[in-house]
């Protein structure tokens, strides 16, 4: 999507994977908590809740459908946002596509990570990594993934750490996996893949196809300015605790709302508007057969 005056689809991450109460106080735990910032998101202007759950009792990521499952009611009881599970983190594909094909459990979207990379935090200050990894995203992996997906009816989001994940599609267009209009998220500021700047959000946008649906996920202190970046160029914007804490430098966010409204705050001074769960769904194309 590139119609600079279409609504902008906002995103929530709400939890993420490494993220603890030890560094932000308002990261939930719970179904009944996650559900909580899901309603404070959508309340601010998010038609999305990207959602990675978390073990009630620990905070420790968890691929349980049963949690999934009671989060899944938590949210509908609570909002009508929708919903977006992740698929990514250790472990085989087995035990992280159950609760994406259980009928009981599933989303309308899914997160997919769409290639292998070197994944780090390195501290200047420190003149050391903070953590490094292989990130392993194989492709028998992502088609296992895809079949999945696609045998439930929940819609792919391609999350493209790196430029050759973007042209990793080709092959899987071609086997009849994914399917036009396609959604991309660009995943910006991980040491290893693209640079976090407004230069390369151009790029990547000229890799797309005609017709994807593309959104920026900025990290951390760069958050701001390519969300700002993404909303002037048409695409659309995810903002959360998953991958940023902070209103501006200094001013910690308390909960994911107050992040939307800020991004929701943006879109809306650019000249365009959030777009309504209605509008999303269309926008995002979740009401075709897959």
Not at 134 to 151: A, C, Q, S, T, Y
Request: proline share 7%.
């Amino acid at each position: 999507m590139s119609d600079t005056d279409a609504p902008c689809v906002i995103t929530a991450a709400l939890t993420g994977v490494l993220a603890n109460r030890a560094q932000c106080a308002a990261i939930p735990y719970t179904p009944e908590e996650i559900a909580e910032e899901a309603r404070r998101a959508h309340d601010a202007g998010a038609a999305v809740a990207h959602i990675h759950a978390r073990d009630p009792e620990t905070g420790a990521m968890t691929f349980d459908p049963e949690v999934y499952r009671r989060i899944r009611v938590e949210v509908e009881r609570r909002c009508p946002i929708i919903i977006n599970w992740s698929t990514g983190g250790p472990g085989p594909v087995e035990g992280r596509i159950e609760h994406v094909i259980r009928p009981e459990v599933k989303p309308a979207i899914a997160a997919l990570n769409m290639g292998s990379m070197n994944y780090a935090k390195f501290s200047s200050a420190r003149k050391q990594f903070v953590f490094e990894m292989v990130f392993l995203n194989p492709f028998k992996d992502i088609i296992r993934f895809l079949e999945g997906m696609r045998d439930a009816g929940v819609r792919p989001e391609l999350e493209c750490f790196d430029a050759g994940h973007v042209g990793n599609i080709r092959p899987l267009v071609e086997m009849g996996l994914l399917k036009h209009p396609i959604l991309f998220s660009l995943v910006m500021g991980v040491l290893g893949g693209i640079p976090a700047t407004p230069e390369t959000i151009m790029s990547q946008v000229r890799l797309l196809p005609p017709d994807a649906n593309w959104q920026v996920i900025g990290l951390s202190h760069d958050q701001w300015r390519l969300v700002a970046t993404a909303i002037v160029l048409g695409g659309n914007a995810r903002v959360g605790l998953e991958d940023n804490f902070y209103l501006q430098e200094g001013v910690m966010a308390r909960s994911n709302g107050e992040l939307v409204e800020k991004a929701a705050r943006l879109v809306r001074d650019i000249g365009r508007r959030p777009a309504t769960v209605e509008e999303a769904r269309t926008l995002l194309a979740l009401d075709r057969v897959w």
